[in-house]
């Protein structure tokens, strides 16, 4: 499984980014997909997560409101729209592909949970 990350840029406080994933290699519907962030200094935090099949969607609580995880099932794509961004968003961002094999809704907030990665994708939210 091979997961590309995408979209990444600089934008101004109160702004707006989407940022992608594209997954190949792998059952994509069936995967638990999810959204982490590292900030220089700091560990890995988990931002918002989609459930298998995308039935239910999960989020840190410091972005609850104003970033949306979505994804297309065709297209094997998670996105994540970013809104009123803040300085503090600031961070590299990275997709995780938990696939499994039974349905299930829960979304796992450990990094450890996934087992494939992203490269990352640097957001830098200037004030």
């Known amino acids: 499984v091979q997961l590309q990350a995408s979209g990444g840029g600089l934008v101004q406080a109160g702004g707006s980014l989407r940022i992608s994933c594209g997954v190949s290699?792998?059952?994509?519907?069936?995967?638990?997909m999810a959204w982490f962030r590292q900030a220089p200094g700091k560990e890995r935090e988990f931002v918002a997560g989609s459930s298998w099949g995308g039935v239910r969607t999960s989020y840190a609580d410091s972005v609850k409101g104003r970033f949306t995880i979505s994804r297309d099932n065709a297209k094997n794509t998670v996105y994540l729209e970013m809104n009123s961004l803040k300085p503090e968003d600031t961070a590299i961002y990275y997709c995780a592909a938990d696939p499994k094999l039974e349905p299930t809704v829960a979304v796992s907030t450990t990094p450890s949970a996934y087992d494939y990665w992203g490269q990352g994708t640097q957001v830098t939210v200037s004030s």
């Open positions: 290699g792998g059952t994509f519907r069936s995967s638990v």
